[in-house]
């Protein structure tokens, strides 16, 4: 018998840019309700440590210093935010057709008191609540955005239990 080395990876964290680290640690600790584990704090580009160095790795040398915060859900995934002096300050034209990410989504059963918080902090609400099975069970969902355009998605349940009944089957 042969064992299947592959098995489901757990996510570990998300990295988002931003235009200004002290207003998004804010909103996404006091909308969302996440912890804040490491306050904003500047790097600076040196290669004398393990973490200078990593950075550099990965912005590679166009860069002097930039802002990052630490958050975590209440799950444990992490928050990784950014910001780069040098970047552009403004979300990019909302486009899922395009490769790459299109949004992240979050787990919240009142789904009105969280969209209205985020509307009230200055984020948007961009469509309807929708419900995946009207009439039969009480899953729903909404794409709303924060207050620097970054689009996410709101559940009510679980998305195992959102998907496993067949959302898009007839």
Request: aromatic share 14%; with cysteine; charged share 20%.
């Amino acid at each position: 018998m042969t064992s299947n080395k592959n098995y489901p990876k757990s996510f570990s964290h998300i990295g988002i840019t931003v235009p200004d680290i002290e207003k998004a640690a804010k909103f996404y600790s006091e909308v969302m309700g996440w912890y804040v584990i490491m306050e904003p704090s500047k790097v600076k580009k040196e290669s004398e440590t393990a973490i200078g160095q990593m950075c550099i790795d990965v912005f590679g040398e166009d860069w002097e210093t930039f802002e990052i915060a630490h958050l975590a859900t209440s799950d444990g995934i992490g928050i990784e935010l950014f910001s780069f002096p040098h970047g552009i300050k403004e979300a990019p034209e909302f486009n899922p057709f395009n490769t790459g990410l299109f949004h992240f989504s979050v787990q919240d059963p009142d789904i009105e008191g969280l969209i209205d918080k985020i509307v009230a902090h200055g984020g948007k609400q961009r469509m309807p609540i929708r419900a995946y099975y009207p009439g039969d069970k009480p899953y729903r969902m909404c794409y709303v955005e924060d207050p620097f355009g970054i689009v996410f998605e709101i559940y009510t349940h679980s998305y195992e239990l959102t998907y496993s009944s067949g959302a898009y089957t007839s």
